[in-house]
């Protein structure tokens, strides 16, 4: 479907006010998505496991404005504070889907959110949050046309979650999500994620457990990572291996080849830091605890054969990634030998997950 296709042409109207409720997970890329075109268009696909306990709960009350407004009014609480600093995204984000979702115009808004993981801390929590939202408004069109498909109802929040958060269309639906074209890829889209149905079963279930190294702010954030993809030197080169590199993820989800997995999963976490260590301006997010993680997990794999392996997002954490029948083994691992690597000794474990609910 193209952007056109989710345009409404017309609607009734909603209830003057009322409030919808709606969880989404955070995700991980596999194959990273970094550097973006206009319309938060990627510059290449990227292929993300679902996760199932890094969650954004979200609540959307809203209430019809007695004047035509110009702007949007929009209230943001996070968890149980008003939170004005998050505003301007929010509303920017409603400014980009008025085009698709008109009925919101017509409305003031009132978002209350909370996490169940740190916010700003290299977890995707910009993706959790707008995928949220999405599912909260496509119900707000629900209510306006109750025979409305489920597909059509995730594949457009998928859409609109892009319009605030590219990584956030991974986070509507399916385990394992593909977002981008892909050549020969039936249905790939730049416009929102699809599930990859051709998923071995060792991969259904995997773990992640989400080493926190730094709990606090990233020193940079993605949009302006994104951004400074503009005339890298490296740039196109990147675009080009990512893309072969989604292809290949592809057929290794597909086979179940393990090895290859741990071996693509880990270049392309550190494929994405190279990026923004060799930008203008350069920027290094891993720090030393996070170097130690690494290297005590390479050392762990060589003596126990235990297939894990790390992922990064644009941050200081780690993600360790393993199939759940070794889930003990690599838990005793994580509690003896990384967590004092970790702020406050603290770790999320989680796993793959099916992506956004409705709460009813």
Request: hydrophobic fraction near 35%; glycine fraction near 4%.
């Amino acid at each position: 479907m193209l952007p056109q296709d989710f345009v409404l042409k017309e609607y009734s109207q909603l209830a003057d006010k009322g409030e919808f409720s709606a969880q989404a997970p955070s995700n991980i890329a596999l194959v990273k998505y970094w550097g973006k075109k206009d319309e938060q268009i990627p510059c290449n696909p990227s292929i993300s496991f679902t996760l199932k306990n890094a969650l954004t709960k979200t609540k959307l009350s809203f209430e019809k404005n007695k004047s035509k407004e110009s702007e949007f009014n929009i209230k943001v609480y996070f968890e149980g504070k008003r939170k004005k600093s998050f505003e301007p995204k929010i509303i920017s984000f409603f400014q980009r889907i008025r085009e698709y979702v008109g009925f919101i115009s017509d409305y003031s808004f009132k978002i209350k959110t909370e996490n169940t993981f740190p916010h700003s801390s290299g977890i995707a929590s910009s993706a959790s949050a707008m995928a949220s939202i999405a599912v909260c408004i496509m119900q707000m069109e629900k209510s306006i046309y109750p025979k409305m498909t489920q597909a059509y109802f995730y594949k457009k929040a998928s859409f609109l979650a892009r319009l605030g958060s590219g990584s956030a269309c991974r986070s509507i639906t399916d385990q394992v999500v593909l977002w981008g074209k892909v050549p020969n890829y039936r249905n790939s889209s730049d416009f929102y994620g699809i599930g990859v149905s051709s998923v071995h079963p060792i991969f259904i279930d995997y773990q992640d457990a989400i080493l926190l190294v730094d709990s606090g702010k990233k020193a940079v954030s993605s949009s302006q990572g994104h951004r400074l993809m503009h005339n890298h030197p490296y740039a196109n080169q990147r675009f080009y291996e990512a893309t072969d590199n989604a292809m290949r993820m592809l057929n290794i989800l597909k086979e179940g080849n393990i090895d290859d997995f741990i071996k693509w999963v880990e270049k392309e976490a550190l494929s994405l830091h190279a990026m923004m260590m060799t930008s203008s301006p350069y920027f290094i997010l891993m720090q030393p605890n996070t170097l130690e993680i690494i290297q005590r997990i390479w050392k762990f794999r060589d003596d126990t054969q235990i297939p894990l392996c790390f992922t990064l997002d644009a941050g200081a954490n780690v993600h360790l990634l393993y199939p759940k029948k070794y889930a003990e083994a690599s838990k005793d691992f994580i509690e003896e030998k990384l967590t004092n690597y970790c702020h406050n000794q603290k770790v999320i474990y989680d796993e793959v997950g099916y992506g956004a609910n409705v709460i009813k």
